[in-house]
T-cell receptor
Framework: DGGITQSPKYLFRKEGQNVTLSCEQNLNHDAMYWYRQDPGQGLRLIYY???????QKGDIAEGYSVSREKKESFPLTVTSAQKNPTAFYLC?????????FGPGTRLTVL | DQQVKQNSPSLSVQEGRISILNCDYT??????FLWYKKYPAEGPTFLIS?????DKNEDGRFTVFLNKSAKHLSLHIVPSQPGDSAVYFC????????????FGQGTELSVKP
């Protein structure tokens, strides 16, 4: 049963704490992506990785960091430098001309 | 600079009628377009796509039309069903950018029984 998993579904953190969001895929895709969705806005690209041990900044990378040590995994860390971290975070991976999305993580910073 | 725009944040349609969702783009180099459907608190799911070499693609109740000269695409759903109620995103990609997608803001479709 192939797909993308994100955990946890809901995450609460105190302001000033770093938090890491998990993303795992068993689709054997090379490329993986992190997006953020805010109300009334589309999906905005945070970081993406086209191959293991390589990643690039997207449109809104400030305050975020990623790693890609394994093909299957692309964790996203939301750091204390991110000024407005409360949002819905989506991970995706790429097949030819199509992106598959995980179920998302709702992060709320209190 | 919003390269992909969905200017209607919401659309309400009666069950059985046609739903038409619109999307405009500014970059004439985009060569592939996709539509995604998204329910609240879930990830988007792929619906239908179209290459820039075509002007129409049909899949069941869903048809996407591409007008390259106007830089406009539209998604037609007919007949509309209550289960189609969701947020629809259009997205565009450039072949030489490794699969990066640029999304519109989304249109929330409500199909009323």
């Amino acid at each position: 049963d192939g797909g993308i998993t994100q955990s946890p579904k809901y995450l609460f953190r105190k302001e000033g704490q770093n938090v890491t969001l998990s993303c795992e895929q068993n689709l054997n895709h090379d490329a993986m992506y992190w997006y953020r969705q805010d109300p009334g806005q589309g999906l905005r690209l945070i970081y993406y990785s086209q191959i293991v041990n390589d990643f690039q900044k997207g449109d809104i990378a400030e305050g975020y960091s990623v790693s890609r040590e394994k093909k299957e995994s692309f964790p996203l860390t939301v750091t204390s430098a991110q000024k407005n971290p409360t949002a819905f975070y989506l991970c995706a991976s790429n097949s030819v001309n199509e992106q598959f999305f995980g179920p998302g993580t709702r992060l709320t910073v209190l | 600079d919003q390269q992909v725009k969905q200017n209607s944040p919401s659309l309400s349609v009666q069950e059985g009628r046609i739903s038409i969702l619109n999307c405009d783009y500014t970059n004439s180099m985009f060569d592939y377009f996709l539509w995604y459907k998204k329910y609240p608190a879930e990830g988007p799911t792929f619906l239908i796509s179209i290459s820039s070499i075509k002007d129409k693609n049909e899949d069941g109740r869903f048809t996407v039309f591409l007008n390259k000269s106007a830089k406009h695409l539209s998604l037609h759903i007919v007949p509309s069903q209550p289960g189609d109620s969701a947020v629809y995103f259009c997205a565009a990609s450039l072949n030489n950018q490794g699969g990066k997608l640029i999304f519109g803001q989304g249109t929330e479709l409500s199909v009323k029984p």
